[in-house]
């Protein structure tokens, strides 16, 4: 079992360039999630979607962009890169709870390393 | 907005001994849950424990327990007879439940267990 899928696992991108980072999973998770995480600092959320055709902006959305074309993927475009967006990324999944209180497990990529130059 | 704050960003302990790591939120939620992550050197991150607000008793996992203080928004992790393979940063996260479930981290505390 797979699980979250993330490629590429390293990237050196130079200023002004696009790229995108492909997250895929097979566990029939209808949530996804997309995370940047910066030294010292903790995850903090980019976009995430609730279904195929649905996305949302999370804390920090600006210069990226998301689709949802089917349940599996997610990717993460980067249109124009920046210093800024040098970072590791992690694409998480989970499954909608049962009930308005419950919560589920969210499953974690391993990390896409991005340096921007 | 909901925030969390570890106030350790490094620890150190001997192997075999017992480490607490800190961790405060702060919400106007009732109902919300409370984790603990860990990020071993391969990015990986895995779930160490969740402790359910609605609970009063404190999670368990092995090695690993909470101790929650609702009332001061307080969410310690204490690992007991720690290990080599415990070394790691360790990310305290909160998530209201419902909606996407959407999970605000705290910036991390790094563990080191000594041999």
């Known amino acids: 079992n797979a699980g979250v899928t993330q490629t590429p696992k390293f990237r050196i991108l130079k200023i002004g360039q696009s790229m995108t980072l492909q997250c895929t999973q097979d566990?029939?998770?209808?949530?996804m999630y997309w995370y940047r995480q910066d030294p010292g600092m903790g995850l903090k959320l980019i976009y995430y979607s609730v279904g195929a055709g649905i996305t949302d902006k999370g804390e920090v959305p600006n210069g990226y962009n998301v689709s949802r074309s089917t349940t599996e993927d997610f990717p993460l475009r980067l249109e124009l890169a920046a210093p800024s967006q040098t970072s590791v990324y992690f694409c998480?999944?989970?499954?909608?709870?049962?009930?308005?209180?419950?919560?589920?497990?969210?499953?974690f990529g391993q990390g896409t390393r991005l340096t921007v130059v | 907005a909901q925030t969390v704050t570890q106030s350790q960003p490094e620890m150190s302990v001997q192997e075999a001994e017992t480490v607490t790591l800190s961790c405060t939120y702060d919400?106007?939620?009732?109902?919300?849950?409370l984790f603990w992550y860990k990020q071993p050197p391969s990015r990986q991150m895995i779930l160490v424990i969740r402790?359910?607000?609605?609970?009063?008793q404190n999670a368990t996992e092995n090695r690993f327990s909470v101790n929650f203080q609702k009332a001061a928004k307080s969410f310690s992790l204490k690992i007991s007879d720690s290990q080599l393979g415990d070394t790691a940063m360790y990310f305290c996260a909160f998530m209201k439940p419902g909606g996407a479930q959407k999970l605000v981290f705290g910036q991390g505390t790094r563990l080191t267990i000594n041999p």
């Open positions: 566990m029939n998770h209808n949530y």
């Open positions: 998480a999944s989970s499954y909608s709870p049962q009930g308005q209180f419950g919560a589920t497990e969210a499953f």
């Open positions: 919400t106007s939620e009732n109902n919300y849950y």
């Open positions: 402790q359910e607000a609605y609970k009063q």
